[in-house]
């Protein structure tokens, strides 16, 4: 079956911790791409990639970074999250960028 | 600074009867349009979309108008169902010159039985 897998689904964390959240697709994709949704603002784009090694800033990269060092994979980690992180991000993958795109079922992430 | 509005936070219509959600964007250069569609609790999933080349594209119910000249998209449901009751989301593809994909705010369609 063709998906986009995130972990953890839910995660409550301290002002400061690093954390890493996990992105995984199946489909060979080139692009792939993290967002956050919140209230009143829809999804904004944080960071992107065109393929292995290749990544770019979305519109609202500060205080996250991504790495893309195998295809099907795609982290974005948190060196040192604070409460304007507390969020709901989605991981999204597709085989070009302007093309149908997959998202994950979402991680939300709560920073106290 | 918005590049692509939404600006119905949310809709309600009649089961049956056609859905209209609009979709308004300020950078004359984007290439491609897209409709999601999102449930809650899941991420969103592709509904249809449209290159700037084109005015029209339709997939069974679903069809999107473009009118480049007044930098407007719509998508219209026709004939509603309840199941459609969601959170709508335009977002528009710049093509050239980058690959940032631009959301707009989303629209909230409830359709009643």
């Known amino acids: 079956e063709a998906q986009v897998t995130q972990n953890p689904r839910y995660l409550i964390t301290v002002t400061g911790k690093k954390l890493t959240v996990t992105c995984s697709q199946n489909?060979?994709?080139?692009?792939m791409s993290w967002y956050r949704q919140d209230p009143g603002l829809g999804l904004r784009q944080i960071y992107y990639s065109m393929n292995v090694e290749v990544t770019d800033k979305g519109d609202v990269p500060e205080g996250y970074k991504v790495s893309r060092k195998e295809k099907r994979n795609f982290p974005l980690i948190l060196e040192s999250p604070s409460p304007n992180q507390t969020s709901l991000y989605f991981c999204?993958?597709?085989?070009?960028?302007?093309?149908?795109?997959?998202f994950g079922q979402g991680t939300r992430l709560t920073v106290v | 600074d918005q590049q692509v509005k939404q600006n119905s936070p949310s809709l309600s219509v009649q089961e049956g009867r056609i859905s209209i959600l609009n979709c308004d964007y300020t950078n004359s250069m984007f290439d491609y349009f897209l409709w999601y569609k999102k449930y809650p609790a899941e991420g969103p999933t592709f509904l249809i979309s449209?290159?700037?080349?084109?005015d029209k594209n339709e997939d069974g119910r679903f069809t999107v108008f473009l009118n480049k000249s007044a930098k407007h998209l719509s998508l219209h449901i026709v004939p509603s169902q309840p199941g459609d009751s969601a959170v709508y989301f335009c977002a528009a593809f710049p093509g050239s010159g980058t690959y940032k994909y631009i959301f707009g705010t989303g629209t909230r369609l409830k359709v009643l039985a």
């Open positions: 999204a993958s597709s085989k070009q960028p302007n093309t149908e795109a997959f």
């Open positions: 489909m060979n994709h080139e692009y």
């Open positions: 449209i290159s700037s080349i084109k």
